[in-house]
T-cell receptor
């Protein structure tokens, strides 16, 4: 069975303090790994899709990387507006499986 | 450009009542989805529609029905609501061949 585990559950950073969020996964056949951002009371917003180990994608202060067992979302010099819950999801042969998310709070 | 629009935003139902959650997208996407999001659990797929005229069960379809009315609209119906269906429901759409899904703002449903 496909599984996704995100860690930590919550992360509190000072503005400018870089860190990484982890998404560990097991899947029978990976067709894609997604990162979404979700603000309170809103639907998830697409950030990245990664397809194969070694792939990296960047958007502003965010950089997503992928290995055969996990993906990392690196946040460089975060700002308060980066505060949100970040969701990881993987697409296997049969379905998309979402993780429970990491709630990030960036303090000014 | 509104994207994906869900109505209503909030709803309280009594056990046994029925209701339909509405979803419409204006991006000409082929695929549409209904998810539920519960505390401590990831988003779970209820039903999806790969194209107009087709619907398929997802991970947690029991207690729900769907209708793909046309390319724009995909509705979710609860025939006899149960407290276990208390959740936040999200509709999403994606273009053919794309892995990027666009989500609506959600419907917060409480069944008492």
């Amino acid at each position: 069975e496909d599984q996704v585990t995100q860690s930590p559950e919550a992360l509190r950073l000072q503005e400018g303090e870089s860190s990484s969020l982890n998404c560990s996964y097991t899947v029978s056949g990976l067709r894609g790994l997604f990162w979404y951002r979700q603000d309170p009371g809103k639907g998830p917003e697409f950030l990245f899709t990664l397809y194969s180990a070694g792939e990296e994608k960047e958007k502003e202060r965010l950089k997503a990387t992928l290995t055969k067992k996990e993906s990392f979302l690196h946040i460089t010099a975060p700002k308060p507006e980066d505060s949100a819950t970040y969701l990881c999801a993987l697409m296997g042969y049969q379905k998309v499986t979402f993780g429970t998310g990491t709630k990030l709070q960036v303090i000014p | 450009n509104a994207g994906v629009t869900q109505t209503p935003k909030f709803q309280v139902l009594k056990t046994g009542q029925s209701m339909t959650l509405q979803c419409a997208q204006d991006m000409n996407h082929n695929s549409m989805y209904w998810y539920r999001q519960d505390p401590g659990m990831g988003l779970r797929l209820i039903y999806y529609s790969a194209s107009e005229g087709t619907t398929d069960k997802g991970e947690v379809p029991n207690g729900y029905n769907v209708s793909r009315l046309n390319k724009r609209e995909f509705s979710l119906r609860l025939e006899s609501a149960a407290p276990s269906q208390t959740s936040v429901y999200f509709c999403a759409s994606s273009p053919r061949g794309s892995t990027e899904a666009f989500f609506g703002q959600g419907t917060r449903l409480t069944v008492v």
